[in-house]
């Protein structure tokens, strides 16, 4: 009797084992890089494209700063013993005015940059994963696993060109805007 129940638990583990290995074989399976499917997207392009031209501006006047400020560094360095105090004093000043607006104006900038970047990205990735459902059923795949998890897969398990191309005919990046390039 003992020994009839110790055997119940092995035998469904055995059922188990045996029927896990013949659904897995059942199971249609598709890979994915789900990071490279978003950024190569034609809507990220063109976001990315339209988020460099609307910055510039602000990155030439950081770039603007930097030039003033070197200029100022060097001006003084070239002119150390010459200069009168006050005149030295009001330069130093002046560059360092000009180095904490440089670095605000960084940190603005970035801070702006990765917000609207985060934004982007978020709303692509929902889309993204609504193509992938939609190619994942065309393909009639039961499970898509992301690369990072994926310790090995062969390459025609990969859905990623698919996808993209699914994403860009879904979602077509909007035109750039004028005088964006």
Known sequence: MFLRLAMRPLMVCLALFTFGHVAAAQTKVGVINLQKAVLESAEIKAASAAMEARYKPRVAKIDQLNKEIAAI????????????????????????????????????????????????????????????????EAKGLDLVVDTPYAVYFKAALD???????????????????????
Do not use: C, F
């Open 73 to 136: 560094s060097e001006n003084l360095q070239k002119n150390a013993g010459k200069l009168t105090p006050q005149a030295e004093a009001s330069m130093q000043a002046d560059g360092q005015r000009k180095q904490r607006d440089a670095q605000r104006l960084q940190e603005d900038l970035q801070a702006d940059v990765e917000r609207e970047r985060n934004e982007i990205l978020s709303r692509s990735t929902s889309k993204m994963q609504d193509v992938v459902k939609q190619v994942a």
């Open 159 to 181: 859905i990623t060109s698919d996808v993209i191309a699914a994403y860009d005919k879904a979602h077509p990046a909007a035109a750039p805007a004028p005088g964006a390039k």
